[in-house]
């Protein structure tokens, strides 16, 4: 964005430049006195962990008359509100409509059941938030408060407790109010990475004292982790046995405890499998991909036909996608080219500052626990690089990992000449960073906006908002009585765009959403609903979503 002064710099660039010069100035003024204080702190185990808990859902909240509550957009998210609304009808799978086949959607199955195809873990978060609240978005963020306090309490069994406040501090800047998990309903990033947390900060502590909780910790966390990422949970499981490698009289200790965690997330497991696909062995997304297949996005080549005139940008973005999802034929040399592209998507988990902190970890790997580490996140890297594309939630249970790995490289600076005084300034920056990002999103102007798009993997910038969705819900907000709104889409339609999205219980619902599938279809289900509810057309394709009355 062109700025005011001769340099190109904007009022916010300034802004920013004056936030990191005043925190510099106070680091190293009063540097001394700050660090008795943060020490004195971090002694306090209790007191940290619950004002981590508290930190990022206060900030959160700080940010509703610019930010408000997430409105769901991508069919992940109304698939997950459409399990955590089962749950809250005290059911584990709904039963089929008899007019299935108009409301056919992404992620659901209509046979033999009407249910989400995901495990429980995100779905009893937001139902969770529904309880307590009536917003589902509730469960979202106690479940970011729960990331950055649970990933303090892992830190503790690594490392001294002043560096693990540290290590909280910064899960709060890179996982809190700013953060994708903490913004949207969808792959339980945030809860998957407080499960991680809890089974790393458990290893430690189950090696030095092996104490019975510790074990029952392990298995609560691994079983949470198994209700909310399945996949992943084989490459989590393969870490955990990597690190009692040496001791294993440690792991079998830790198994015997662990399965009585462990039992009754089996049992859930086997129900939801019941109740949802008719078999105990049969998971639902397993029963999903057998009838819809893998959602595969991509249908290119990884290079364009010879008579096809691409822009440089074009070739770029169009190669850029070819190594993200894969391209048809997966080979040796294809799987590394993919895994070479997707580094670039692990700067999610490392404020810019910190890759120098990446740096001074690599001077660490001759230690046993290093090693340890650094072959836990290559594990999730090459498990996660065999599926088609990478979102970041598949790798959320290491989360704790990355920022331990960023605490031991601060550690390593420190033993360098002039390196304190480094590691200083990164963290100075860290905290910069977030703060002045923060900021800009607390006293947000529409004059702002175009600076706020070069804010990297921020998730509640104005572009992203679903417009769309939010007008058509205060439209139909203003209907009365019980609605049935046909969905009908143009030719030109992006079908990951859907919006035929219901309740638990689609019958008991105000409002109904159908697929259009042409007159004489429709009006088996206008039949059906007996003339009881005011029929609508939606037409969500145009630069504004249509609504109007239904034309038989």
């Known amino acids: 964005m062109p700025g005011d002064s001769v340099v190109g710099f904007a009022p916010a660039d300034w802004a920013l430049f004056v936030v990191t010069g005043l925190l510099l100035l106070a680091a190293f003024v009063w540097r001394h006195g700050v660090q008795r204080i943060f020490l004195a702190l971090a002694a306090r185990e209790r007191i940290c ?7 990022p859902i206060a900030l959160r909240l700080l940010l509703l008359p610019h930010h408000p509550v997430p409105t769901a957009n991508i069919y992940d998210e109304f698939s997950q509100l459409l399990l955590a609304d089962t749950l809250l009808h005290g059911r584990l799978a709904n039963p089929p409509h008899p007019l299935h086949q108009f409301f056919e959607t992404f992620f659901v199955l209509q046979q033999p059941t009407y249910s989400s195809m995901y495990p429980l873990g995100q779905g009893f978060v937001l139902a969770l938030g529904r309880l307590i609240s009536g917003t589902a978005w509730t469960g979202v963020l106690l479940a970011g408060g729960a990331l950055c306090a649970g990933c303090y309490w892992m830190l503790r069994g690594w490392i001294a407790p002043g560096w693990a406040l540290l290590g909280g501090l910064l899960a709060v800047a890179e996982f809190g109010p700013l953060c994708q998990w903490t913004n949207s309903y969808w792959g339980g990033g945030s809860i998957a990475a407080a499960a991680g947390c809890v089974v790393f900060g458990t290893l430690p502590r189950i090696r030095e ?10 298995g609560a966390g691994f079983g949470v982790h198994v209700l909310t990422r399945q996949f992943e949970s084989v490459f989590l499981l393969l870490a955990i046995v990597l690190f009692f490698v040496r001791a294993p009289k440690s792991i079998f200790r830790a198994a015997g405890y662990s399965a009585l965690a462990l039992i009754p997330v089996a049992m859930v497991i086997l129900l939801q499998n019941r109740a949802v696909t008719h078999s105990w062995l049969a998971l639902p997304e397993q029963l999903h991909r057998y009838q819809y297949g893998v959602p595969i996005t991509l249908t290119v080549e990884p290079l364009p036909t010879p008579h096809v005139a691409l822009t440089p940008q074009q070739e770029t973005d169009l190669r850029a996608e070819t190594l993200q999802h894969g391209s048809g034929t997966d080979s040796v040399g294809a799987f590394l080219l993919r895994l070479e592209y997707r580094v670039r998507y692990y700067r999610f988990f490392f404020l810019p500052p910190l890759y120098i902190a990446l740096v001074g970890f690599c001077f660490t790997l001759r230690r046993r626990r290093s090693l340890w580490i650094a072959g836990t996140l290559s594990l999730f890297a090459l498990g996660t690089n065999l599926f088609p594309y990478l979102l970041l939630h598949y790798l959320a249970g290491v989360t704790g990992l990355f920022v331990l790995v960023s605490i031991l490289g601060l550690q390593k600076l420190c033993t360098l000449r002039a390196g304190t005084e480094i590691a200083q300034v990164l963290i100075v920056l860290c905290l910069a960073e977030f703060a002045g990002w923060y900021a800009l999103h607390l006293f947000e102007t529409p004059g702002l ?34 609605l ?16 035929v999205w219901n309740d638990a219980d689609i019958d008991a619902s105000r409002i109904v959403f159908a697929r259009d599938l042409g007159n004489e279809e429709d009006k088996k289900l206008i039949r059906y609903y007996g003339g009881k509810r005011r029929v609508l057309l939606l037409e969500p394709d145009g630069s504004e979503a249509t609504l109007s009355e239904w034309d038989n």
């Open 49 to 55: 962990a619950v004002s981590l808990f508290l930190t």
């Open 209 to 218: 004292y092996g104490r019975p909780r510790d074990c029952l910790l392990l």
């Open 449 to 482: 906006y175009g600076i706020l798009r070069y804010e990297t993997w921020d998730a509640i910038n104005h572009e992203d908002e679903p417009k769309k969705r939010t007008a058509v819900r205060d439209q139909l907000a203003t209907v009365p009585g019980k």
């Open 484 to 499: 049935l709104v046909f969905v009908r889409y143009s030719g030109r339609h992006v079908y990951q765009d859907e919006w």
